[in-house]
Every structure is written in structure tokens, then in C-alpha cells.
């Protein structure tokens, strides 16, 4: 019997080269996004700096908002790969417990991608605060964030027999938005500068597994 599922050569080089072309669409746009705004960038500027048509884009894509949506979705999958992949080496390396929740926190390594990311994430965050309907797309993808680092941070703490001094979701969301504020802060200002307030505040809110207060 014939399975009706099955896909040709030309067929499946078809679905390899469109899911290539979003993927394209989706790493270039950040920094468009970042310059211009989600409002103030250009269906053509965005096709420009992927090397693309138009019609790529509509091919993938109803609106910017949507693109702009895929990019933070985007961040969010490339971080909770990245975090399954390497944090046990991390652990196991020569890295100090305040650098590993430091690579956790900011996500990504290179600084100017995690700026161009972090602007895509405040342009959305304003279009889900003027809008119920973006913003029941972005919640989950958010809640799926702090999910992954909720988890990453645990782990951490309990390779090095610590504990939290306050909930582990109250930590995830005080570092996250910390870092977050910190950043903006430094984009807004022009200033590239080394950020301590997230292994200042692991030390704060960690202490030794099994220690009472008092």
C-alpha cells in the first residue's frame, strides 16, 4: 500500500529551502528591529538585510509584529537548547558557580546580538502592555523563559549544595528583570560596561543547603 505522506525530492528540498529562508528571515531581522523599531522598520529594509524579496517574506510571514514575535520565540528556543546542551559542562568546567548563572542569565554570548534581542523583547513587551491580543502570544513564550531558567538555576544550586533564601520563581524573575532593567539602562545610554548585579544577587539569595535561619 502507498503511503500517502510521503514527499518527493523536490518536494522535501522545497520545505528545507523555506524553512532556510525564515530561519534567515529570523536571525537578520533583530538588528533592523533594534535600529528602526517593529513600527519604523520596512518590509523592504527587513528583506534587505536577509537578501531577500518581498515575496520571501509574505511566503512566511503576515506582518512585522509576527516576525518580530518568531525572533523572541526564537531567543527562547535557542536558550533552552543552548541550556540543555551545555550547562553540565559548564558545571564541570573550571567556571566559577557566579559566572555559570551569569551565562544562564544573559542567554547568549555575543553582546551586540543580545542588545539587538533585548530591543526586539522591549518593542514587544510595549505592543503586548497596548494589546491583549500580542500579549497572549508573548506571555507564554515568556513564561516558557523563566520556566527553562528556573529550572537551570536549580540545577546550579544544587551541584553546589546551596539553597534559595526566597522562592525559586521570585529569583528567576528578580534576576531576569534585574538583568533586563540593566541592560536597557546601558543601551539607552550608550555605555558597555560589565554588569555584577546578577552574581551579586545569587550571593544574596543563596545560602547553604540545609541552613536555618536565625
Not at 531581522?29 to 528583506?47: H, N, Q, R, W
Not at 500579549?135 to 553546589?160: I, M, T
Amino acid at each position: 500500500m502507498t503511503d500517502q505522506t510521503s514527499h518527493g525530492p523536490d518536494e522535501d528540498a522545497d520545505k528545507r529551502s523555506r524553512t532556510a529562508t525564515r530561519r534567515r528571515l529570523i536571525t537578520s531581522s533583530a538588528g533592523v528591529f533594534a535600529e528602526k523599531g517593529i513600527d519604523g522598520a520596512s518590509i523592504g529594509e527587513l528583506c534587505a538585510a536577509a537578501g531577500f524579496t518581498r515575496g520571501a517574506f509574505y511566503s512566511n510571514f503576515a506582518t512585522k509584529l509576527d516576525l518580530a514575535v518568531a525572533v523572541f520565540e526564537n531567543l527562547v528556543e535557542s536558550l533552552i537548547e543552548r541550556l540543555d546542551s551545555e550547562l553540565e559542562q559548564w558545571l564541570d568546567s573550571d567556571a566559577g558557580t557566579e559566572e555559570v548563572v551569569t551565562r544562564i542569565i544573559e542567554g547568549v554570548t555575543d553582546q551586540s546580538s543580545n542588545m539587538n534581542v533585548q530591543a526586539v523583547r522591549l518593542e514587544l513587551f510595549l505592543a503586548a502592555f497596548r494589546s491583549s491580543e500580542v500579549r497572549d502570544v508573548v506571555r507564554p513564550l515568556r513564561n516558557k523563559l523563566y520556566g527553562a531558567v528556573e529550572n537551570a538555576l536549580g540545577r546550579v544550586a544544587e551541584s553546589q549544595h546551596l539553597e534559595f533564601t526566597i522562592p525559586a520563581s521570585d529569583m528567576t524573575r528578580l534576576m531576569l528583570t534585574s538583568y533586563s532593567g540593566q541592560l536597557t539602562d546601558r543601551m539607552a545610554m550608550g555605555e558597555i560596561t560589565d554588569q555584577k548585579v546578577i552574581p551579586t544577587m545569587w550571593l544574596a539569595f543563596t545560602r547553604p543547603a540545609g541552613q536555618a535561619e536565625h
